[in-house]
């Protein structure tokens, strides 16, 4: 008997658009019920980054979604709060992302792979390792500060002997980190922080790879094996591997040149609903894969942080601005007291004009500025029409 190919769904450029930013949370009434911890379930990840300008990428990934909720609210959400239990822990995904507790067991492949791996980039002294470990056991949760020290020198890269111990053993899964203290890792035993019945599931990697190929697809909507690997760094091989028990389905989309797999949930209601208009971190998931961004919105987009500084074209820290559904400028932003600058702003036309306005004003009423001032407008000619419309937004 021969078997037949499983039909696949077309779908256009624009409706692949609209599936992405559905399944993203930027189109339709957000859920405010379930606030930032559902913002991170929903996402299966949101990623960590040390640059803050207006705030840092973890805040604003909520706010992106939910509107101005408060600072504190999301820090709260993500980290343990005493006498309760772990909601969300830090590893190793896209990048280092807070993830949400039950999604523990599905990194267990990752954690055998780093219990294997025969290389590192740091030498681990003789002996530091159980000194760490006993250490923690004794005194409870601790910074690497409060271990010993983090670094041998000021450099960056430098690290302390008890600072390589204690990352082997977040990447092994011996140590988690489901607290920061400022922006300081509060490292803790996995048996003392992470929920007895998720820490005992332990799962073959086959198992793992398909829960996290399926969350990519329904976090992206609709995305290629490429989207879909990179959601939290898998392989290609390891993609096809499990794909097809992942509960996405095979799809087409007018003007990709690769196949593609969308989440049914998300082609059985056609996405609508009103569009979010915010800025948004570099590090959003939305657009932190530079290809599939460039292929949704047309739309080409850097980080410039690491980019010396005469040759930025967008800025230091360039914010895609969204706004019905397509990304319709950048802000390069920065603080002064309580004026929110955009130190430069690229428009894509003056209709973009009243959304980058608008976006800008609700974030520096966000982060506690009372004014906006515009610095640079890459249309000199535009200029005028952005300040006019911030006044009047402002009044």
Known sequence: MTTLPRPTTELSADEARRIALRAQGFLGAPDRRSGVRGVLRHLGAVQLDTISVLARSHELIPYARLGAVGRRTVEEAYWKQPSQPAHAFEY???????????????????????????????????????????????????????????????????????????????????????????????????????????????????????????????????????????????????????????????VTVAGWSKPAWADPAALAVPPRGRHRTTLLSPFDSLVWDRARTERLFGFTHRLEAYVPKPKRVHGYFAMPVLAGGRLVGRVDPAREGRTLVAKQVTLDGRTAVPAVAGALVEAAGWVDCTDVRVERVDAPDLREALTRELARVLA
């Open 92 to 250: 190793w995904s896209h990048a280092a992302c807070v993830l949400p507790v039950e999604e523990w067991p599905h990194f267990a492949f990752r954690r055998r792979a780093y219990r294997a791996r025969p290389h590192w980039n740091h030498e681990l002294p003789d002996g530091t390792y159980d000194q760490v470990i006993k250490q923690l056991r004794t005194e409870g949760p601790l910074t690497a500060t409060e271990l010993g020290g983090a670094k041998r020198t000021s450099e960056w890269w430098d690290w302390s002997g008890t600072k390589v111990a204690v990352e082997r053993a977040l990447m092994y899964g011996e140590v988690v980190c489901v607290e920061r203290r400022g922006w300081k890792r509060v490292y803790d035993l996995a048996e003392r922080a992470i929920p007895a019945d998720l820490l005992r599931d332990d799962p073959a990697d086959a198992e793992c790879l398909r829960r996290l190929v399926g969350l990519a697809g329904r976090s992206l909507g609709v995305g290629t094996r490429a989207d879909i690997a990179d959601y939290h760094r898998l392989k290609a091989e390891q993609v096809d591997a499990v794909i097809a028990d992942s509960g996405l389905v095979p």
